[in-house]
């Protein structure tokens, strides 16, 4: 079976995290992703609340760099929690348990902090190279030594006539 989750969205509260007594990193919060689509001409926005758990490496990482309102992308599995509740009700839900993520804020743009959080970039995104993100258990990917990064202008076709799309972030559907 496969099971895949990817989202997209800015988290809900602050993380919060505990130690197993193992001594296991686990890290809760929540994630809020919005669709938003026309009916009958008229706009519309639904937004979707999932609660995300990080382990190991990746929950002290979210700890240090994620505060309330960070936007990260999240690929992982989801999960279904059940338990029985202080009045004796069985209670579930569902969650993701994220496996790799990728912080999208940019550099110094803190959702509610000043100079003390400024997450670092995995990596600079470069034309024609996609973002590094934070994958258990490495911290870095690397290339092999005989790999060699071709330059941009290699990519890039010579003549400029490359026309320039600006296009809104509100407008992409995912």
Same mark, same amino acid.
């Not at 960070?70 to 599995?77: A, D, N, P």
């Not at 004796?88 to 940019?106: A, F, I």
């Given at each position: 079976m496969y099971n895949k989750v990817i989202l997209v969205g800015n988290l809900t509260r602050d993380i919060e995290l505990r130690y197993s007594q193992g001594g296991m990193a686990i890290a809760n919060t929540g994630l809020a992703t919005s669709r938003k689509f026309t009916v009958n001409g008229e706009k519309k926005e639904e937004v979707c609340f999932v609660d995300i758990t990080f382990f190991a490496r990746s929950a002290e990482v979210a700890n240090?760099?994620?505060?309330?309102?960070?936007?990260?992308?999240?690929?992982?599995?989801?999960?279904?929690? *059940?338990?029985?509740?202080?009045n004796? /009700?069985?209670? &579930?839900?569902? #969650?993701?348990? @994220?496996?790799?993520?990728?912080?999208?804020?940019?550099k110094g743009s803190a959702q509610g902090g000043g100079d003390e959080y400024a997450a670092p970039q995995m990596a600079q995104p470069t034309q024609g190279y996609q973002q590094q993100s934070y994958q258990q258990p490495s911290y870095q990917q690397q290339q092999p030594q005989s790999? *060699?990064?071709?330059?941009?202008?290699? /990519?890039?076709? &010579?003549?400029? #006539?490359?026309? @320039?799309?600006?296009?809104?972030?509100?407008?992409i559907p995912f």
């Open positions: 240090q760099y994620l505060r309330k309102g960070s936007k990260i992308l999240v690929e992982g599995r989801l999960n279904f929690d *059940q338990w029985v509740d202080q004796g /009700q069985k209670r &579930s839900k569902h #969650s993701v348990v @994220v496996e790799t993520m990728q912080m999208l804020d940019s790999y *060699q990064k071709p330059s941009v202008q290699q /990519q890039m076709p &010579s003549n400029s #006539s490359i026309p @320039v799309i600006d296009i809104d972030e509100d407008e």
